[in-house]
């Protein structure tokens, strides 16, 4: 029986908003022990090295300190697996480094050193005073420089390196309109609201951990990996996570040597991360560079389509974004190529970062989408709409669901888009020039293996029970509504247990897939229930044929995990999740539309109006799926006009490793962004959720540019698109 809607769909609040707002939620640095002490790191400042000498005395001197961990005294630690991309938990680590069991330093930032004090200023005050020698090693950090000796990309399970159809080449050069461009894009932080933060206590070869992390059971099995404890003895406990867009996923350094100073001391730690700390010891997007080449008919019909990048990676890890995947997606050309060129650098490991891929390959197509345009004289969104595909367009597959179409038609509707003029600088308010943009969005739909149980009570209230995460997006709101539903119960009477890996195993919140993985497994459970309870009479709910039956509950499991065991779990959901891959192809869209005003003597830019129109799937909350993309909105104008990690090429050292320098959009630099969305569930996704996390960032950067060169005549591509490319 399929659960009638009344609580889905609706904007219920968010049952995390009173701990938030009343500051009774506690996060991972906000636990309290007795005996806690406080750890802080010393940072490598050099790329490549090995070091000669590590004098601590001064660091020792200071009143408080406990001990100071180098690689001449921490115990030995395994080093991380091999990553294989058929067990997700050899995936955690986000570096091969060995910390503090090595005396290499492979990045400018790597942690060297970790001190334990009685206080927080006593930690950090020493862990400024360690002074370390190195005996340099050549070190590679200039990616323009060597951009050159970047190697074609190889491709994976998950991730297509390379594809064709047709001859591209041969139907560009032949092309009657064409355009040839290069974009560059910058690296990128996440910069969430709580820095990265550990809190470790032993209980002799038990260890409870909290920690700020997108993937708890990923920092359990790494921890029982790295110190030779059963996972079953770890406990992780993150039940608030102040933001992340990805930059918590992996297990980074600090989260271990948090661990390590717990087990060496006795006593329980935290090491929480400055602002500054997060820019050494964690990593962010990659730069790129991107070649788009579009070659058309006059009537504007694509007849090439070529989209490369070359990017950096880690030489410790870290992996490259999909960048050029939009390229198989998104327009019907007669002749598709792409493909992605990758080179290793001694840098921090590059990690995910909001719609990783996506957000910046969206950005140099969709750019270059617009002077396609603007040389045939056609409307953009027309130029669009004449190329949407009814099928994949490099290979064929069915879409398992598109309405990209209606979303353009919907948002050129609201925005007024019928009173653009056409040609750039034609727009003026006053001395402003106005200029409007626009760009399609786009992000695939994944799924991931969840484990949920669900206990149906003769009283009416339901507890369901599952290791996800809640990152500020209201995921266990969301839960709460489809169990709610699934049961014929009202929302009150649901409780949502997460964020502890002493809960059935959820997945890691990434690739906007875990409220539709959450839900598969949360429906399949409470199906279980209905049919344990039975048909209930008109009128009388589950609850109530389970008082009437005289039985006190009901209990149901489902997931990849409940009967097979985990591993054999994972490997059966891959095979079904690949398998569907090869028949479908899924994704959120949607078409943003922007309005930007530039002061023609200082190039100023002003974003000052916002419309998106976005196809997720079903919207199981439809306050907390307009935050989802409104956020993704900001923080793609920041991408377009502020955002960029500046490293010094020379060195490998990251200059700006703050909020003062590194500018993040403020309130100031947003205007309203009226969001919409169709609420058309996908078929083949659980609930028909295709998932609003990350598609509301891609796009977002192209609308902006293209929005400028209407207003000014002028094309910026390498970003950000800062006032001094104006001038």
């Known amino acids: 029986m399929t659960p009638a809607f009344r609580t889905v769909g609706t904007a219920v609040d968010r049952v995390d908003g009173p701990a938030k707002t009343t500051g009774t939620a506690r996060y991972s640095a906000e636990f309290a022990y007795e005996g806690l002490v406080y750890a802080a790191l010393t940072y490598a400042t050099v790329a490549r090295a090995r070091i ?26 395994k080093p991380p697996p091999k990553p294989n991309p058929v067990n997700l938990d050899t995936l955690a680590s986000a570096s091969s480094v060995n910390y503090l069991n090595t005396d290499e330093v492979h990045w400018d930032g790597q942690p060297v050193a970790v001190v334990v004090a009685g206080t927080r200023e006593a930690a950090e005050e020493a862990a400024g005073l360690v002074e370390v020698t190195y005996a340099p090693l050549p070190a590679a950090t200039d990616f323009a420089a060597e951009e050159p000796t970047a190697v074609p990309q190889k491709g994976s399970l998950i991730q297509h390196a390379e594809g064709s159809k047709g001859d591209a080449d041969a139907a560009l050069a032949a092309a009657p309109v064409s355009v040839d461009l290069r974009f560059g894009t910058p690296r ?92 050494r010891a964690t990593g962010g997007r990659q730069p790129s560079v991107q070649r788009v080449a579009l070659g ?34 998104l327009y019907a050309a007669d002749h598709i190529r792409h493909r992605q060129y990758v080179l290793r650098q001694d840098t921090a490991p590059n990690t995910y970062i909001r719609a990783p891929g996506e957000s910046i390959g969206s950005y140099a197509l969709e750019a270059a989408m617009d002077e396609l345009a603007y040389r045939l004289g056609m409307d953009p969104v027309d130029l669009r709409a004449r190329n949407e595909p009814d099928r994949n367009p490099i290979d064929g597959k069915a879409f ?16 007024g888009w019928s009173r653009r003029t056409p040609e750039p600088g034609s727009m003026r308010d006053g001395r402003w020039l106005v200029g409007w943009g626009t760009a399609a969005a786009y992000h695939p739909s994944w799924q991931l293996p969840a484990n949920v149980t669900v206990r149906l009570n003769a009283d009416g209230t339901a507890l369901v029970r599952c290791a996800f995460h809640e ?13 709610a539903d699934a049961l014929g119960l009202p929302f009150s009477a649901v409780t949502v247990e997460y ?34 309870v039975g048909q209930p009479a008109p009128g009388e709910s589950y609850a109530q044929v389970l008082a009437r039956t005289g039985r006190d509950h009901v209990e149901a499991a489902a997931g990849s995990d409940t009967r097979l065991g985990k591993a054999v779990g994972q490997v059966r959901f891959m095979t079904k999740f690949l ?40 919207v199981v909350n439809s306050r907390t799926v307009a935050s989802q993309l409104r956020g993704g909105i900001v923080m793609g104008i920041g991408l377009a006009l502020s955002e960029e990690t500046l490293l010094d090429p020379r060195t490998g050292r990251i200059v700006n490793p703050s909020l003062s320098e590194y500018h993040v959009p403020v309130h100031a630099d947003i205007p309203r962004i009226d969001v919409q969305c169709l609420d058309d569930p996908d078929p083949t996704m659980p609930l028909g959720v295709l998932g609003a996390g990350e598609v509301g960032i891609t796009g977002v950067a192209a609308a902006v540019v293209n929005a400028v060169h209407h207003a000014t005549g002028r094309r910026v591509h390498d970003l950000p698109l800062t006032l001094d490319k104006l001038l």
């Open 52 to 77: 000669t000498a590590i004098d601590t005395t001064a660091a020792e001197a200071v009143p408080g300190v406990l001990t100071v961990l180098t690689h001449l005294n921490s115990p030995a630690m």
């Open 188 to 279: 990128h932080h996440h910069n969430a609201l709580e820095p990265h933060a550990t809190t470790a206590v032993w209980d002799g070869d038990r260890l409870t951990v909290h920690d700020s992390a997108q993937n708890i059971e990923w920092v359990r099995t790494h921890l029982a990996l790295k110190f030779g404890v059963p996972a079953a003895g770890i406990r992780v406990v993150s039940p608030y996570v102040g933001g992340a867009f990805g930059g918590k996923t992996m297990v980074w350094p600090h989260t271990v040597l948090a661990v390590l100073a717990a087990r060496v001391t006795g006593l329980p730690v935290r090491l929480a991360l400055s602002r500054e700390g997060v820019y």
């Open 296 to 329: 058309a008919d006059r009537d504007g019909r694509l007849t090439a389509l070529i989209h490369t990048s070359t990017a950096p990676v880690g030489r410790t890890g870290g992996g490259p974004e999909q960048i050029t995947s939009v390229a198989r997606h």
């Open 400 to 415: 398992s669901h598109r309405r990209l179409r209606e979303c353009f038609a919907a948002g050129a509707e609201a925005f």
């Open 471 to 483: 990152l500020g997006m209201g995921a266990a709101t969301a839960q709460g509504q489809i169990a």
């Open 499 to 532: 964020g502890d890996t002493a809960l059935p195993t959820g997945p890691g919140a990434g690739g906007s897939a875990q409220t539709a993985s959450v839900a598969a497994s949360l429906l399949a459970a409470c199906a279980k229930i209905r049919r344990a």
């Open 579 to 618: 398998t569907d891959r090869r028949r479908w192809v899924k994704a959120a869209s949607g078409a943003q539309f922007c309005e930007v005003r530039v002061d023609p003597d200082t190039g100023e830019v002003r974003v000052t109006r916002w419309t998106g129109v976005f196809d997720v799937g079903r």
